[in-house]
């Protein structure tokens, strides 16, 4: 049973959050609503911890929406012989994809075709049985088929695009994806319905301090300019890539130091790469994946160092070429630059170690706790977000008084999860009944066929993305924090990169369904429009430089919807500076029609 609040992330329900985290000394103050900020707040409210929550953009709009999407062990870790930190990280996917999220989660399988004759085979073969073996270890049952080994003819029959002189033979592997934005959100709702206070667009400017000792925040609401002091007796710093802008607020006192590797993935429409399965290729440095997401596929990702926007890492030309050029390699019909519906950015919060390249860096993570009332926490990956907000909450027990139970998020299921297999087993059933698509039946389909039933035309499609209904609009601003049209269409929807105009024609429609719920003036709609085609216009621009300095300078060049403060150690580390504002129309999510949709969408 949840306790002491409520799942619902409206606008009323920012504000009643704001005027407590304003008035109420908190147990925990979390700083940073990604994934693993907001994994450390439901760790610490699940705890009995009264806990605060907040984000300068929107929740989930940093790395957190950014990523390839997998659940994974990482299979590349296996060559560095990390076996303890691929174990790790598929005990979690088993509970990610059994207990916590099953309605978020999805399997996803994946060819890795064999360029070689015999030894690859062995190789690769053992390497993935491995995998497979981490996989069930710890009494875990994985809930994922096993690996199988194919001819070169069954390889090309699962994958018909490839080119037949591109393979000897492949293996199949499953693993895990999720739509990662939305999971944020999901979680940052568990976190409120346990009592929770959640804002975003809650910028940390600096620290309340007694001598040394970390006794809260300032911190500025960015939507109405209002100044907050957050009291706290502990103050967790999660905001990745801006972990160090953090510590310096701290005094610059901290161990821990973050460096940003940038990562570009690029979408294409589903029918140009004809194949019933994801693929992974070996790339000099790295690996590429070719991703099924719903009607598309996600292809990435390149790994560069990073050190300019970080609110709005661009991607350049040089970036989309070489992506390109990776996937051409295995391709019997090349893709181009025409192809490419979306493109989208992010930025890997690798912990600054001693080797020169980032794809070699760890993905581990680090808790330190620098001053008396501050833990910091880094590192990681999407799939460890559980075990990373474990320990940094184990850090915070040390400093509050009293003993505080052990975490239990193990056992937690995140909302929409709960009933979801009785609710997809009735899934004909209530596509029949509701008029709707078999394909829109999800976890929110009782609270949205509830908005629908008081207004009909709320069932309707938009008109240009027609994979997502109005209602979903309304609800994104009622249930799931969404303040700016940006918001709806790069994370609670993924209209930026599945429409050929990155969601520019969809603007007008979105936002007037968000006018209501909002409550805003004519004018302000105008201006979400303007400033959301402003962003669009700056990404493509961007995406035609040859060099990350020119792409960033393009992208900087569109206007914030919601400015975001200067001159308090969060500018970032480029020239351009960077503080954590307002993100482009990235986004990102497996609407689609798999079995495990969240929304309307299956
Ligand atoms: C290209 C790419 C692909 C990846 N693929 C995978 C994958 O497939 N699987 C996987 O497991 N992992 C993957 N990862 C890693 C994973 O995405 C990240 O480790 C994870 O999302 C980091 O989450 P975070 O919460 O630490 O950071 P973020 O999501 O960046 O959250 C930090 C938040 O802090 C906020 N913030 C900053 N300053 C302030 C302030 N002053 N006040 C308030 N808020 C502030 C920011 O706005 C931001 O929202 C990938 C990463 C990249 C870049």
């Given at each position: 049973?949840?306790?002491?609040?409520?799942?619902?992330?409206?606008?009323?329900?920012?504000?009643?959050?704001?005027?407590?985290?304003?008035?109420?000394?908190?147990?925990?103050?979390?700083?940073?609503?990604?994934?693993?900020?907001?994994?450390?707040?439901l760790?610490?409210?699940?705890?009995?911890?009264?806990?605060?929550?907040?984000?300068?953009?929107?929740?989930?709009?940093?790395?957190?929406?950014?990523?390839?999407?997998l659940?994974?062990?990482?299979?590349?870790?296996?060559?560095?012989l990390?076996?303890?930190l691929?174990?790790e990280?598929?005990?979690?996917?088993?509970?990610?994809?059994?207990?916590?999220?099953?309605?978020?989660?999805?399997?996803?399988?994946?060819?890795?075709?064999?360029?070689?004759?015999g030894?690859?085979?062995?190789?690769?073969?053992a390497?993935?049985?491995?995998?497979?073996?981490?996989?069930?270890?710890?009494?875990?049952?994985?809930?994922?088929?096993?690996?199988?080994?194919?001819?070169?003819?069954?390889?090309?029959?699962?994958?018909?695009a490839?080119?037949?002189?591109?393979?000897?033979?492949?293996?199949?592997?499953?693993?895990?994806?999720?739509?990662?934005?939305r999971?944020?959100?999901?979680?940052?709702?568990?976190?409120?319905?346990?009592?929770?206070?959640?804002?975003?667009?809650?910028?940390?400017?600096?620290?309340?301090?007694?001598?040394?000792?970390?006794?809260?925040v300032?911190?500025?609401?960015?939507?109405?300019?209002?100044?907050?002091?957050?009291?706290?007796?502990?103050?967790?710093?999660?905001?990745?890539?801006?972990?160090?802008?953090?510590?310096?607020?701290?005094?610059?006192?901290?161990?821990?130091?973050?460096?940003?590797?940038?990562?570009?993935?690029?979408?294409?429409?589903?029918?140009?790469?004809?194949?019933?399965?994801?693929?992974?290729?070996?790339?000099?440095?790295s690996?590429?994946?070719?991703?099924?997401?719903?009607r598309?596929?996600?292809?990435?990702?390149?790994?560069?160092?990073?050190?300019?926007?970080?609110?709005?890492?661009?991607?350049?030309?040089?970036?989309?070429?070489?992506?390109?050029?990776?996937?051409?390699?295995?391709?019997?019909?090349?893709?181009?630059h025409?192809?490419?519906?979306?493109?989208?950015?992010?930025?890997?919060?690798?912990?600054?170690?001693?080797?020169?390249?980032?794809?070699?860096?760890?993905?581990?993570?680090?808790?330190a706790?620098?001053?008396p009332?501050?833990?910091?926490?880094?590192?990681?990956?999407?799939?460890?977000?559980?075990?990373?907000?474990?320990?940094?909450?184990?850090?915070?027990?040390?400093?509050?008084?009293?003993k505080?139970?052990?975490?239990?998020?193990?056992?937690?299921?995140?909302?929409?999860?709960?009933?979801?297999?009785?609710?997809?087993n009735?899934?004909?059933?209530?596509a029949?009944?509701?008029?709707?698509?078999?394909?829109?039946?999800?976890?929110?389909?009782?609270?949205?066929?509830?908005?629908?039933k008081?207004?009909?035309?709320?069932?309707?499609?938009?008109?240009?993305?027609?994979?997502?209904?109005?209602?979903?609009?309304?609800?994104?601003v009622?249930?799931?924090?969404?303040?700016?049209?940006?918001?709806?269409?790069?994370?609670?929807t993924?209209?930026?990169?599945?429409?050929?105009?990155?969601?520019?024609?969809?603007?007008?429609?979105?936002?007037?369904?968000?006018?209501?719920?909002?409550?805003?003036?004519?004018?302000q709609?105008?201006?979400?429009?303007?400033?959301?085609?402003?962003?669009?216009?700056?990404?493509?621009?961007?995406?035609?430089?040859?060099?990350?300095t020119?792409?960033?300078?393009?992208?900087?060049?569109?206007?914030e919807?919601?400015?975001?403060?200067?001159?308090?150690?969060?500018?970032?580390?480029?020239?351009?500076?960077?503080g954590?504002?307002?993100?482009?129309?990235?986004?990102?999510?497996?609407?689609?029609?798999?079995?495990?949709?969240?929304?309307?969408?299956?």
């Amino acid at each position: 049973m949840r306790t002491g609040g409520t799942a619902k992330l409206g606008p009323e329900e920012r504000r009643t959050a704001l005027d407590a985290l304003g008035r109420d000394e908190l147990q925990v103050l979390v700083v940073g609503g990604g994934v693993v900020g907001s994994g450390v707040a439901l760790d610490a409210v699940t705890r009995g911890l009264s806990t605060g929550l907040v984000e300068a953009r929107d929740f989930g709009s940093g790395t957190s929406s950014r990523s390839s999407k997998l659940i994974h062990g990482g299979l590349r870790y296996l060559e560095q012989l990390d076996f303890g930190l691929v174990r790790e990280a598929l005990t979690e996917r088993a509970l990610l994809l059994q207990r916590i999220a099953p309605h978020l989660i999805k399997p996803v399988s994946f060819l890795f075709p064999f360029t070689h004759h015999g030894w690859e085979r062995a190789y690769v073969g053992a390497g993935v049985g491995m995998y497979d073996l981490l996989g069930i270890s710890r009494g875990q049952v994985r809930g994922l088929p096993l690996h199988k080994q194919l001819t070169r003819s069954r390889a090309l029959r699962l994958a018909p695009a490839l080119r037949k002189s591109a393979l000897t033979g492949g293996l199949l592997y499953w693993d895990a994806q999720v739509d990662d934005a939305r999971y944020v959100i999901d979680l940052v709702r568990t976190a409120a319905s346990y009592g929770a206070l959640a804002a975003s667009r809650t910028q940390v400017t600096g620290f309340l301090r007694e001598g040394e000792r970390v006794t809260g925040v300032r911190a500025v609401d960015l939507e109405t300019g209002t100044e907050l002091h957050i009291r706290a007796q502990q103050v967790v710093n999660a905001t990745g890539v801006w972990t160090d802008e953090i510590q310096a607020m701290a005094g610059g006192r901290g161990s821990i130091n973050v460096r940003a590797s940038k990562g570009v993935h690029l979408v294409v429409p589903r029918d140009r790469i004809q194949s019933h399965t994801g693929i992974i290729l070996r790339t000099p440095l790295s690996v590429l994946f070719v991703i099924p997401w719903g009607r598309h596929w996600i292809i990435g990702t390149t790994d560069t160092d990073w050190a300019l926007s970080k609110a709005h890492p661009a991607a350049s030309r040089a970036d989309i070429d070489y992506v390109l050029g990776q996937v051409n390699r295995v391709l019997a019909v090349q893709l181009t630059h025409d192809d490419v519906e979306g493109v989208y950015a992010g930025l890997r919060p690798l912990l600054a170690g001693e080797s020169d390249s980032t794809s070699k860096l760890s993905r581990e993570h680090t808790v330190a706790h620098p001053v008396p009332g501050l833990v910091m926490i880094a590192g990681g990956k999407y799939t460890t977000y559980r075990l990373m907000a474990r320990d940094a909450v184990d850090a915070v027990a040390h400093g509050l008084d009293g003993k505080i139970p052990p975490s239990c998020t193990d056992q937690i299921p995140l909302v929409g999860a709960d009933g979801f297999q009785a609710l997809w087993n009735a899934r004909s059933a209530l596509a029949k009944s509701s008029g709707q698509h078999v394909a829109r039946i999800g976890t929110r389909i009782g609270e949205l066929l509830d908005l629908v039933k008081a207004d009909p035309s709320l069932g309707k499609p938009l008109a240009a993305a027609d994979d997502y209904l109005r209602v979903e609009v309304v609800y994104a601003v009622t249930h799931e924090g969404a303040r700016h049209l940006n918001d709806v269409l790069a994370r609670r929807t993924h209209i930026s990169i599945e429409t050929w105009d990155r969601g520019v024609q969809a603007a007008e429609e979105v936002a007037e369904l968000m006018t209501g719920p909002m409550k805003w003036r004519q004018r302000q709609v105008a201006r979400e429009i303007e400033n959301y085609r402003a962003e669009v216009a700056a990404e493509r621009k961007s995406q035609e430089a040859d060099t990350d300095t020119d792409a960033d300078a393009i992208r900087l060049g569109a206007p914030e919807i919601v400015p975001v403060l200067a001159g308090n150690g969060l500018t970032g580390s480029g020239p351009h500076g960077s503080g954590p504002h307002g993100s482009g129309p990235h986004g990102s999510g497996p609407h689609g029609s798999g079995p495990h949709g969240n929304g309307v969408h299956g």
